[in-house]
DNA sequence: GCTTAAACTCAATTTTCTTGAGTAATCAAG
DNA sequence: CTTGATTACTCAAGAAAATTGAGTTTAAGC
C-alpha cells in the first residue's frame, strides 16, 4: 500500500476545508509553545474571533488532540476555560538511520519521548533497513498502545547531503540509497507517511519543539553525528536551501595550531576518537569518552582547547551570517563535555552579541544523543502546529 | 497622519477576507512569477478551482492589476484567455540612505524601474531625511503622473545593523538613526505605508523581484554597498535571523598574501579603493573606477586577483552553509568589473556545486547600483506577490 | 464533419468564519 | 453584601468565500 509523502507542502491558495486546517494548525501550535491558554486568548493571538476558536476547540477536543486543564482565575471576569494538548492525542516516530546502527525514538503529541531503541545494524543498506523497520515500529506500538491508531507518521533521519554534489561519496555517507528514494521506499514498508531529512536539520527541529516554551523559533543546532552538521531553523521552519543541503558547515576553514584546516577536522566525533588514538587512548563508546572527560583525562583536555578555539571561530561565522537567537549544541557527545565546551568556548564578537545578553548565545540542547531520532519525530509534529497554509 | 506599517505580519488564522487576499496574492505572484497564464491553469498551480480563480481574476481585472495578453493558442480545446500583471496598476519607493546620498527607484507593478534619482546629502541624520523625502516623493509622482492614487508603498534601505550589536558604531552607521524608529518617522513623513531593511536584504529582494522568472526563490545575494552585506533568500522570503541582521558576511576571516583577514578588508569598495590609493591612485566615483578597470590598470588587476581568491573562500562559506540556487553579485561596483570578478574567481568544491550545474552558481545582479533602492522597492511589490496567509 | 479535449461560465450548495445579542462567573468598590 | 465592571463564553443568524455540477464555446485530431 502506497502511502501519501509528508512533504513541503507548496504553496496552496485558501478554501473553507484548508483554512480550517491553517486554523486548527494554528490552534494546536500557540497551545504548544505557550502551554495553558483560554479560547479569549488564543483568538487574540490568532486574530479569529472566540467565537470560531470556540468551534474549533470543540472539534480539536473531540479528536481527543486536546485537553481542559482547569480554569485561569485571578483576573477579573469569567475565568478562562485553559486547555493543553493532549499527550496521548498523536504520536510520532523518529527513526535515526546511521551506518552501524539504527535509532528510534517515539514521541507523544507533546513532544515527550516515551519510547526509545537503539538496534546496532551490519549493513545499513535499503534491504537490510526495510527489512527491519517494521519490527520497530511494532515494538514501538507494543510498548505505548495507545499509539496503535494514532501514528501520525514517520521521520527518517540520515546523513547529508542528499542528491549528487561534489561532497557526495565520502565515509560518512550511507551504502546504497544513492539509488533508492528513501522516502517512497520507507513509507511502503512502515505503512506510514514518511518524511526525510538529514540528522543536523533533524536535531534542529527535536530542540526546536523541546525549546518551544522559551520562543526559540530562529536559531542554529551544532549536531554531532557521523561529522558536523549544522541546523537552521528561522522562524520555525528549516532553513534547507535550494536544494535541501544547506548547513553544511564541516568544511568551514578554521584556525588551529597546525594551520587551517576543516572545522570537522577538530571539531568532531571522528576528530575526537583520532585525538585520543594519538595518545594511545582508544574510546570508541560514548561513555567511554565520559568517563575519560569526567577523570580530567589530559588527552581530552588538550582536545577541548582545541576543539573550543575551533567552536568560537564558526560561532563567529554562524552568528554573523545567520543572527540566530542562540546557537545549541547536541549529538553523539556527552552532555557533561559538551557542558563543558559551551563554558571554554570564547563567546566571539558578532553581530549577533546583544548587549541585553538575557539568551544564552551558546548553549547544550535538552534531547542530547536522540537529538536525531527525536528530530525526525518532531519534524512530523511540527507538521500539526505549522498553520498548512504558511508552508 | 499616522500611517500603518509594512512589516512581517505575524502567523494569523483564515477567515474569509483573508482568504481572499492570500488567494488574490497567489494569482499575482504565479502571474509575475511565470509571466502570461490561464485561469484553468493557475487553478492547477494554487489547488483552486478555475472558478473560484475566474472570480478572483474578473476581481483583479476590475481592481486594475490585471490585464488580458490574447489567448493561448496550439493546443486542443478553447484556448485560454492568458492574462499578465498590470505594469501600471502599481507602484512602489524604493528609497536608499547613505551616509551621503539618497538614492531613489520608483518600480511598476511588473518590477520595471519606470523613475530614479540620486540626490547627495550633506548629512543623514533623520531631520534631513525627512526634509527632503517628500519632494523626492513628489518628484516621483510628477514624472509618472499614472502611479499618483497607486503608490502601494514605500521601502526604506538603510546600512545594517540595527539595534544594539557588538558591531554598532562603525563608520558606516548612519548618524542619529540609533534613537529613532525608521519606519514610524518616515510613515509619517512620506504618507505612505513604510518598510524599513537592510541593503544586502533588499538588494536580494530586488533581484528576487528582477530574477523570478528563472525560479530564483533560494539564493544568496552579495552586496557592495558601504561596506559588504549577504542577502539571504529562502523560499522567496529573506533569512533575516532572530534579530534582523543576518547576512553580517564582511567579517568572515579569509586567507590573503597577508594572512588572515575580514572578508570586507579585501572585498568591498573600500577596500578597492584603499588599494588604488597605496598605488597612488585616487579613485571615488564609480565612472573612474570603471575607467581604471577598461583601461587595463594593474593597480586594479593585482586587486581583482586578491579579491578573487577572497571571493572564493567566502563562495566556499555561502555555498555549504546555505546551499543557494546562485550567489548574485552587485551593488557600488562597475558592472563590468564585478563580470570580470566572477570570471576570475575559482568555484570553490561545496555541497552545492552540482553536477549538472545548469545554474551559473556564482553571476552578477540585474539591478546593478541600483539594486538598494530598487529592492526596498522590491519588498512592498513581494506583499502583493506573497501569500498573506504564508506570512 | 464528427469526436474529443480543454477553458470557461452560471447557478446552487457547502463550509467556515463573523456578527450581535445574551448569559455567566469573577473581582472590586461602596 | 450589594452593585457594577469586566471578562469569557455561547447561541443563532448572517455573510463571504470556495466548491460542485451542468452547460457552453472553441479548437485540434481523425
Redesign the interface.
Known sequence: MSHRLLQRPA?????AT???D??RQ?VLGQLHARGALGRAEIARR???TTQ?VSNIIAELEKDGLLLAAGAARGRRGLPATQYVVNPSGGYALGIELRPAAILVALLDLSGELVWQERQPLSCADPESVAAILPGLRDAALSKVPKAKDRLLGAGIVMP??F?????SGRATDLPGWKETDPATLLSDVLDLPVIVENDANAAAMAERIALAAEGM???ACLYFGTGLG?G?V?DGRI???????????G???V?TDGG?APLESVLSRAALERHLAGHGIGASEIQEIARLHESGAPALQTWMAEAASALS?AL??IE??????ATVLCGAMPEALLRDLVVATPLP????????GAQAPLRIGTCSRMAAARGGAALVLAQSFT?A???
Do not use: W
Request: net charge positive; charged share 20%; no cysteine.
Open positions: 504553496l496552496r491558495g485558501a478554501n484548508r483554512s480550517r491553517h486554523n494554528m490568532s486574530g479569529l470560531a547529508g547531503p542528491g549528487k554534489t561534489e561532497l523559533d530562529s536559531f549544522l537552521i528561522q532553513v534547507a536551501g535550494a536544494y535541501g543541503n544547506a548547513g553544511e558547515i568544511q568551514l576553514p584556525k587551517l571561530q563567529a561565522v554573523n551570517l545567520l543572527d540566530p537567537r564578537r558578532t553581530v549577533s552579541r546583544r548587549a541585553d498553520p497554509l504558511a508552508a
